[in-house]
């Protein structure tokens, strides 16, 4: 809203033609959700700790989480208030990509928040049933999957990173891919969310990696140059994505170790969601398995962990699953989990910025 009211007084004031650029919004976005959380975020933190919105911990867990019994929980409804009235305040309305990411992000964050909810209300650390968790995360995923199936500009081709040339049509199977990727990066974030800042470093630096990836496919000539997908339209995700990076800062900011809040489902399931969305819209989808890595290896610590438990009934690879558990009980203190997680998540962002150069 912000962007209509300054970019009108272009007419008079010729200065004001400097908001039409993605750039220079993308850039307040990122700032405006910064200061919102900033100085909402002891007032939200109080106001959690007032209404006893604090954490069960588990008993089956690692014995150092159990001082963080009563950490206030459900910070991502801040993150969630930022992001929406940044995206708001500095994106084109008129553009369909970020309404569709507003739309699973809340959805999520609705799903998210239910499960929160009925695990204050049962006072233990188990809130939606796995099972309908999963169905209402399917049938909000259909929406943007259906709705970029049926879009006449999208195409349903894949994009394989190092291959540019490659580019199987998948049809109606891209549908199955959206939701795979959907609600798989969602319930990874969500799985990686269990040390200070181990989720929203690595979703942080992820958004920052999508905020450069959404500017590049939306830009015809820079598109053409490196020989992405053009997509049309998804240069207003960036604005999305600073405002993410922003919320993400901020929210770090009392979540980092030792972590004054938490965020929750509302805010784990909603970021990995969004994440797998923008990265569906910009035609990232193979890339996502770089940029969210550290998700991506979390997710998988539990598959095989499980799977290895259930063949050899009982054996387990890992310490305990997932992969930051296992560290934790080899004697790592907190801190240096996160912060070495964090280096990785950097060190993928380079990778996956260095493919847009590499065929
Ligand atoms: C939820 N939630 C955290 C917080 C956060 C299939 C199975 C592997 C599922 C997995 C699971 O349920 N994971 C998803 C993870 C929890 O954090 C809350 O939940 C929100 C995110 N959803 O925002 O509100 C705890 O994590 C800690 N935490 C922090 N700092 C943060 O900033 O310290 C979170 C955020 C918090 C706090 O202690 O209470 C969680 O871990 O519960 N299940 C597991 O991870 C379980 N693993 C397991 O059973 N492994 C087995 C196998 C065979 C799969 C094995 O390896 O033997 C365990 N989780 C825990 N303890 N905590 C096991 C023991």
Known sequence: ??????????????FFNVFRYITLRTIYSTLTALLITFLLGPYVVRLLTKYQIGQYIRE??????????????????????????????????????????LLVTLCFGGIGFLDDYLMLIKKKNKGLSARSKFVLQIAIALVP???????????????????????????????????????????AVNLTDGLDGLAIGPATIAFGTFLLLSYLSG????????????????GELSVFCGAMVGAGMGFLWFNSYPAQVFM??????????????????????????IVGGIFLIEALSVIFQVGYFKITHGKRIFRMAP?????????????????RFWIIAVILSLISLSTLKLR
């Open 264 to 289: 929750g489902d509302v805010g784990s399931l909603s970021l990995g969601a969004a994440l797998g969305t923008v990265a569906v819209i910009t035609k990232n989808e193979i890339l996502l398995v």
């Open 60 to 101: 089956d867990g690692p014995k150092s989480h159990y001082s963080k019994e009563g950490t206030p929980t459900m910070g991502g409804v801040l993150i969630l208030f930022a992001i929406v009235v940044s995206t708001l305040s500095w994106a084109d309305l008129a553009n369909g990509y970020v309404w569709l990411v």
């Open 323 to 339: 992969l930051h558990h296992h560290f934790e009980l080899k004697g790592w203190p907190e801190p240096k989990i996160i912060v």
């Open 145 to 187: 999957a259906v709705f970029l199936y049926l879009n006449f500009r999208y195409n349903t081709r894949l994009n394989i990173p190092f291959f540019k040339t490659l580019t199987p049509d998948l049809y109606w199977g891209y549908i199955l891919l959206a939701l795979f990727i959907i609600v798989g990066t969602s319930n």
């Open 1 to 14: 809203m912000l962007y209509y009211l300054l970019y009108a007084l272009h007419g008079q004031f010729s």
């Open 219 to 234: 830009h015809a000539k820079i598109a053409s140059y490196l020989q992405i997908p053009f997509v049309p339209g998804t």
